[in-house]
């Protein structure tokens, strides 16, 4: 029996089976321009939004849980530059996203050399403007399913 999906990036589900993550961080930035004053402090300008990207970190045991097969599957997503879905297990919407880097550290090897211990930075990079977008676009991909 399958885990349950903890979030699928486009059609590859993070899960026990696959890549199950033990840290997800998230960073949203925002760009705000300064103007110098004389005598005085600064002045900012917002100019919306800046870079958002989610790293997804972890370990993999692959006697127990995903390991080459489940990297090499998303190195081939990313080796198309394309940008995916991003939604969690509990159904919220991040937005499209495309792979950016995958690091990985060997450790713990059989006698073969196959590891016993894959360790995994995945960070993938937010490619659309608004959830809106998202939202838009994912509606248009259903209904083109649908018809």
Do not use: H
């Not at 939004?49 to 006697?63: Q, R």
């Not at 996203?97 to 960070?123: C, H, L, P, Q, W």
């Amino acid at each position: 029996m399958l885990g349950l999906p903890m979030m699928a990036l486009g059609l590859f589900v993070f899960m026990m089976e696959t890549i199950p993550y033990q840290q997800l961080q998230q960073r949203i930035g925002w760009r705000l321009a300064s103007n110098s004053r004389v005598g005085k402090r600064p002045t900012y300008q917002f100019l919306g939004p800046d870079e958002e990207c989610i790293t997804l970190s972890g370990v993999l045991m692959p006697e127990l849980t995903g390991g080459d097969t489940a990297l090499a599957l998303l190195k081939l997503m990313a080796d198309q530059g394309k940008a995916w879905p991003l939604i969690e297990g509990t159904g919220m919407i991040y937005g499209f996203y495309a792979v950016e880097s995958i690091d990985t550290a060997r450790g713990d090897f059989f006698s073969d050399g196959k590891a016993r211990r894959i360790d995994f930075t995945i960070t993938l990079k937010r490619v659309d403007d608004t959830l809106l977008d998202t939202l838009g676009a994912v509606t248009r991909g259903m209904m083109e399913l649908i018809l």
